[in-house]
């Protein structure tokens, strides 16, 4: 398991073995955010190590 922890809010974001982030309501968390492609990125965990995947198309 890996959390996110937004410095600002403090919020803590548990994340799943495959979650996507972007600004649309299908991912798992959603950034409301002019800068952030409707699917920005996803995390994946492949039972050694976690992924960061860039799914942006600029």
């Not at 495959?18 to 039972?47: C, I, K, M, Q």
Request: aromatic fraction near 8%; hydrophobic fraction near 35%; charged fraction near 30%.
């Amino acid at each position: 398991m890996a959390i996110i922890l937004n410095t600002e809010s403090e919020e803590q974001i548990v994340l799943f073995k495959h979650h996507t982030v972007g600004r649309e309501r299908h991912n798992r968390l959603v950034l409301d955010e002019n800068d952030v492609s409707r699917s920005h990125a996803a995390f994946y965990w492949d039972s050694q190590h976690w992924h960061l995947k860039d799914q942006s198309r600029n």
